[in-house]
């Protein structure tokens, strides 16, 4: 079986490859093909893979190249991508500060950013993968992936997104309990980045409320939210709920720190140099700090379950179809589904609270206009999205935002030359 990762110079890619090395029973790999323009450091990447294989007797072959084609006969697609670079997510993360929003590069005006930017190019790649690998399935792991997953199944692709959040708690909450994780399943609900926990089942039984009883402190400093909020509301919301529950709170802690990108830089850095040392052949610790954990144990588990049509349920980026009422059935939403052959389908939702509904529909129609924004262009479309985002919201800071974002991206986006 062939895989293809694009984006594979990525410092994340250890992380998928030691996936692929401890689950190759379920996942019987005979080539990677490491995809990047970034031919220096696609090479230290590869070379890290093929001895990370090699370390534990794994036959796969690891390709890496620059050129798209090479994903004709893979089963699968994983897209990676970072259009910018650190650099441009440092402004994703910096600029919306000026006019006093949240600075992140998944949401907000930082997330409407690397939209802009990301999903040209993400489409530009799915047309050549269904060129040459008309039957692959493709798994976005490229954020903002309810945007990105959006835009690709707008424009008919076999495309699923994907996020490591529900995996992240579905790992946490077996620690709490001492089991393993495959006794838990979760009640996850909401768009990407914008999702709740509602349940947490350990063989059939919510056993939500005891966990929160026990260990709502550590939860709430997990997730960046107040001490009580979490057993106040009875469920849990992921950490980028903190952008828009104490979005002032954040914006302060923002300006007076380093941004996430340069110290991701700093980070890339040092595992680059790790990367290069030839006695290198296992997934260093500090891979660990660079966020994507448990990125592995989740795609393998979905590319599996695509192509072998299991039927197991996951938690993953797909329209809504009327799974959540309240949002017409081409939204994306991230939600439990069962993956089959076909495809995943929804899996039934309980009704949705109007706190959770509001917000989830508010941030979902920004998404519909910033997916317009992407594809078409224009000044005014994009300070319609930013108006329509619910950390925007205001016409002075759109306005400005349009500016400022419009500037800093201009040489990504075709429509401004």
């Known amino acids: 079986m062939k895989i293809a990762v694009v984006g594979g110079g990525s410092t994340y890619t250890p992380e998928l490859i030691d996936g692929f090395a401890r689950l190759r029973d379920e ?12 031919t220096p450091r696609l090479e230290l990447v590869a070379a890290m893979a093929r001895r990370m294989l090699a370390r534990v007797g794994h036959p796969a072959r690891v390709v890496a190249t620059d050129s798209i084609e090479q994903v004709a006969g893979a089963s699968a697609v994983l897209l990676q991508i970072r259009v910018g670079g650190q650099a441009a997510r440092n402004s994703d993360e910096t600029l919306p500060l000026e006019c ?3 600075g992140q590069e998944t949401t907000g005006a930082g997330g409407l950013a690397k939209a802009l930017r990301t999903v040209p190019v993400v489409l530009d790649i799915a047309e050549q993968v269904r060129r040459y690998a008309p039957d692959a399935w493709i798994v976005d792991f490229t954020n903002p992936v309810g945007i990105v997953t959006r835009a690709l199944l707008d424009a008919g692709h076999k495309a699923v997104g994907l996020c490591n959040v529900a995996i992240g708690f579905q790992r946490r909450f077996a620690g709490f309990l001492g089991v393993d994780p495959s006794r838990i399943s979760l009640g996850h609900v909401g768009l990407n980045h914008l999702t709740w926990i509602r349940e947490v089942h350990l063989d059939g039984a919510d056993v939500l409320p005891a966990v929160l009883e026990k260990h709502e402190p550590e939860l709430a400093d997990r997730v960046g939210l107040p001490a009580g909020l979490l057993r106040r509301l009875g469920i849990v919301p992921s950490y980028y709920l903190r952008f828009f529950y104490i979005h002032d709170r954040v914006v302060d802690e923002q300006r007076g720190s380093l941004s996430r990108a340069a ?14 040392d030839p006695s ?3 997934k260093p610790a ?7 954990a448990y990125y592995s144990e989740a795609a393998v588990a979905l590319i599996v379950s695509l192509l072998d049509d299991r039927g197991d349920v996951q938690v993953v980026n797909l329209r809504n179809n009327g799974t959540l009422p309240f949002l017409p059935d081409e939204a994306v939403i991230e939600v439990p589904a069962t993956i089959t052959a076909q495809g995943p389908r929804p899996v039934p939702v309980a009704p949705v609270s109007p706190l ?50 419009v500037e800093a991206e201009h040489a990504h986006l075709a429509w401004t030359t």
Do not use: N, W
């Open 100 to 102: 006093g929003c949240v």
């Open 27 to 38: 996942l019987p790999l005979t080539e990677i093909v490491l995809i990047d323009p970034d």
């Open 286 to 292: 500090l891979l660990e700090e660079r966020g994507g």
């Open 263 to 276: 110290a991701v830089a700093e980070m890339e850095t040092k595992l680059l140099e790790l990367y290069a």
């Open 356 to 405: 959770l509904a509001g917000l989830i529909s508010h941030v979902s129609a920004y998404e519909t206009l910033a997916v317009e924004a992407a594809l078409h262009g224009g000044r005014d479309r994009v300070f319609d999205a930013l108006l329509a985002h619910p950390l925007i919201g205001q016409v002075p800071q759109a306005a400005e935002l349009t500016r400022i974002l």
């Open 280 to 282: 290198v052949d296992t």
